[in-house]
């Protein structure tokens, strides 16, 4: 019941406001101003107050929802963005180590040194820190966002292993293997996190 008030408010308040209006012309019309005014014209002046202010709440509270939305969705699409970004590397990078691996004269330490891009990991802290769609949290969806944002902060500390193993290792008699390993987990982890992103992008698209 109070959902469906909730989601109507403004006609409710509409309806109310219009009785409101016409026992007013009736108190007038017939000269009992003073007693319908206590009767029922205060009450029901009061009642279109209350559904005014709550009207006004679910408003702002929808507004909200929508903002959050909208900044989720920015976040998804710029984690794609940079997905395909560090993969276009990864696999450069193999592609060289395999080629100079099996070259006529292979170089020592054939790498890319182009660092990788950390992703965006504000999708948890959005959801518990700003107001978020009742129906999201209540459904799959909202343990999924928690997963993404899991696996991105996964993603992120092996970039940054990674890196430092490159600067750390750089000098060393041959570190191409142990980055080529680091290079095939990233993309099985990048794959599974880009998948994941663009089922979560299709929800909220729905829902903004």
């Not at 989601?7 to 109310?16: K, M, N, Q, R, Y």
């Not at 769609?133 to 696996?151: A, G, Q, Y």
Request: glycine share 2%.
């Amino acid at each position: 019941m109070m959902k469906w008030l909730l989601e109507h408010i403004w006609w409710v308040s509409a309806i109310f406001t219009a009785i409101l209006l016409i026992l007013l012309a009736i108190a007038i019309w017939i000269g009992e101003f003073n007693a319908i005014v206590r009767i029922i014209i205060v009450p029901l002046t009061a009642i279109i107050a209350i559904l005014t202010t709550l009207g006004w709440r679910e408003h702002n509270k929808k507004k909200t929802e929508r903002k959050t939305l909208v900044a989720v969705k920015n976040e998804l699409e710029y984690n794609l963005q940079i997905l395909d970004y560090n993969q276009n590397i990864l696999d450069n990078e193999i592609e060289l180590i395999e080629d100079n691996k099996f070259s006529d004269t292979p170089k020592r330490n054939k790498l890319i040194l182009e660092p990788l891009l950390p992703l965006k990991t504000g999708f948890w802290d959005i959801i518990t820190f700003d107001l978020f769609p009742d129906k999201v949290k209540k459904s799959e969806l909202f343990v999924k966002i928690r997963d993404i944002d899991m696996c991105a902060n996964k993603i992120n500390e092996q970039i940054k292993s990674r890196e430092n193993y490159k600067n750390t290792n750089i000098e060393a008699h041959d570190i191409s293997s142990t980055v080529k390993r680091y290079d095939r987990l990233l993309l099985e982890n990048i794959e599974g996190l880009r998948t994941a992103l663009m089922n979560l992008g299709m929800h909220i698209y729905k829902l903004c």
